[in-house]
């Protein structure tokens, strides 16, 4: 059914109290723009809903036979009123009279309104005077915009016209006042969604560079000159023709994602949320390949974001400096090229950028002026139309560029304003073949927060952090490896190009560390400081794999990872790059438990690096150092020197080494006295909980009597009351007892902090312990954003020095994943040791470490069975 038909259809309509009648033309609009969709012009489809709506009101208007009251007219408003209506949007009129409506009227109305609700429209509608119109509007940005965009569609002209007399020009609001108000209200709506659009679930309408932003821009401009066409603004002078075309095309494509993600959701749905993604970029010609299919539209749709964006800030900046006539208070003389206006640089001549060579050096210029705050928007128009002339080759192909572009990236200053600038209007993306492709790039998960663009300038602004006083501050360590460095350019080239590989198949790392190779021979950088380079971006997550999933305390994982290392140097620029990458990646990944990891790697790879002996006697000299700290403090705590030590001797030179002093000495005071208070044929059940003894996290300790499903018990209860996981270390001693510690964190990712809820916690696991062979049920549901992602169970299997396997696995991050694990050890009658989980958005990465029943490794049988048995078990959380 075509458009046409379906306005025959409602205009055939002769009877008020056929509501079916009503209700199928209504729906015949929704089929309409189903059947439709793929072959029609977004804008056709947009502004036919608003005909298809406006002929359906007014035909129910003149059926209640509403033209007969008296100066009432039937207002459309805000988007309505645009006549622009995505499939389910809200429809929002006015129901406008000059004077108290009578009761008739009244009643009039109100079938009015029930109608349109009964035949499935959602109605957003106000019955008011003028006069309560002009009050309101006085006091609501918000109605004063959508009276701004307002038409009649039946009834009383004059009365609509009397209204818009008194709401035009200055008469409620002055144009500087509405656009302060706007401004104001576009940096709170930025601010809810973190002053990005490169959100996991972005939203189509509201997010910064979406639907708002483009309606912001016209909704100043229209209250300054009271034009409700874009043409009309070009007359006018506030954008470009080729500005426009730009804006429309920009609008339409985001038009298009809304259009097809209300129709996929069957509701007025904004967010693009994970469970419409792949069904929404079907609609839209994406393919059919699922996560393939998600990532192709997303990578298009933050590319429209980023370029509606660049044109908000040129336009509004534009606006408020040019059109409202801002006054300047202050005027300082750069060059002959450029001035400071109020430190906003202002280009003197259209002629400033005529070559990428004077691109780059106004980014040179930039670093060398630290009172700069950005960019005029006269010059950032500049800016934008001399990328676009360049776009057939990059900038890179130009010597004299690659000649700039590394005197920019030497400069101390560059990685601060300069390059938020340069990666914004993208310069970055002009200059670097590679960069362009990255551009917009997101990775359907949980795990990846940003666009690989976005995370890499993330990364070197936190790297650029560590130099200045802040970073300094609150990272010491990284404060003091950069400022030691003689290049720093290595490392931030570095991670320009950590995830440029990311997209093209294959290790992105390979890939990224062959294509800094040929950065590096093009840019004349010197051998030594190229294989730096290069073997920085092939060994970038080296450092994160080996912190999150080794045992960090076992000598051979050390000499590995030493070896790896080749010196000082190389282990100092890897650690910076890798803190910052954890940071940059996802908000929520970066807690003090990473933090922990990454430093204690680092510390005791620096000791092997700097130390002549060998890595067991470093080891030796931990364990004496740990004992000797340990006991000084167990002693402060009121334990006895002999009570301490014959604990001691119930454990291996492996439990001195892997726990610091503070917790030994914790340890060992708590439990000495649980013995003490239990005779000979009470069994201990210890269960205790610190804050202080680790700076990861709230370690849980727990000593009692062996017994097959311990582990399982223990994190049933942890995982009920949304605690992770993110160490565990399980020790048997020789008098049939087990210590194990757990180090857990909120589901935030924060220590727990709440002494009720600790208490509690522990009262919990206590009752869970005391029912030998039961175990906590876990009622959780799959968290909705995880029902949508696929994350097949793969396991590794490595035999260590110590007679143990280390498996590791990689599974959906289920609700009560690790008691699942837990069972399946048990049925296999397997011991575990230790565990490291790691959790990476929807991903559950974690390490176990296990023996079989003779206190072995496992044999290749062993390790095919409890592979066939977890892979069946927690694939069935992927169903």
Known sequence: MSLHA??????????????????????????????????????????????????????????????????????????????QLQPYSDVDILLLSPKKLTSSSQEKLGQFITLLWDIGLDIGQSVRTIKECVKLAKDDITIATNLLESRVLSGDCDTFLQLQDKIQGDKIWSSDAFFQAKYQEQVHR???????????????????GCLRDIQSIGWVAKKHFNALSGKELVEHGYFSEQELEELLECRENLWRVRCALH???????????????????????????????????MKSFFRITRRVSELNEVLLQHFKQDVLHQKIKQIVEINQQFSLHDN?????????????????AFFILLADLPQVEGIHSSTLRLLRNARRRYKNQYFSERASCRELFMQLVRHPRCFGLPWDLMHKHGIMQAYLREWDQIVGMMQFDLFHAYTVDEHTHRLIK?????????????????????????HPEMLFIAAIFHDIGKGRGGDHSVLGAADVKVFCQLHQIEPQDARLIEWLVANHLTMSVVAQRRDIYDPEVITEFSTQMNNQTYLNHLYALTLADIRATNNNLWNDWKASLLRELYLITSKALESEQTLSDDF??????????????ALEKGAERDEVLNFWKQHDTNYFVRYKPKQLAWQASAITKAQKQHTDDQDITLVELSDETSRAGTEVLIYVKDRANLFAQVVSVLDSRNCTVHDANIMSTPDGYVLDTFIILDQDGNRLVSPGFIHELQQGIIEQLERPGSEHINNRKMPRRMKHLNVPTKMRFFNNHANHTLVDLEALDAPGLLAKISRVFVSQNLSLHMAKITTIGERAEDVFILSNAEGNALDQQQQLALKKQLVAVLDDNNE
């Open 462 to 486: 936190f790297i650029y952090h560590y130099t200045q006083p802040e970073g300094k501050k609150a990272f010491p360590r990284c404060g003091r490896i950069l400022a030691n460095m003689d």
């Open 190 to 208: 930025h601010q809810k969604f973190d002053g990005t659009a490169y959100n996991l679930e972005p939203n189509v309408k509201e997010n910064p």
């Open 620 to 633: 030796q000299e931990r364990l004496e150092r740990h004992k000797t700290q340990a006991m000084e403090l």
């Open 6 to 83: 379906v306005l025959q259809q409602i205009q055939q309509l002769t009877d008020i109290n056929n509501l079916s009648a009503f209700k199928q033309c209504n729906q015949q609009i929704y089929r309409w723009l189903q059947q439709d969709f793929a072959t029609t012009d977004i804008k056709e489809l947009v502004t036919g809903r608003a005909k298809a709506v406006d002929a359906l009101l007014i035909k129910a208007w003149q059926l209640l036979e509403l033209p007969a009251q008296e100066h009432i007219a039937l207002v459309a408003v805000g988007g309505y009123g645009r006549q």
């Open 344 to 360: 906003l640089i202002v280009a003197k001549d259209d002629n400033v950028f005529n070559t990428p060579e004077q691109i780059l």
């Open 263 to 297: 129709l996929i959701a069957g509701r007025s749905e904004n967010r693009l949320l994970f469970d419409y993604q792949p069904q929404v970029a079907e609609k839209l010609g994406y393919g059919e390949e699922g996560k393939a299919s998600v990532e192709k539209m």
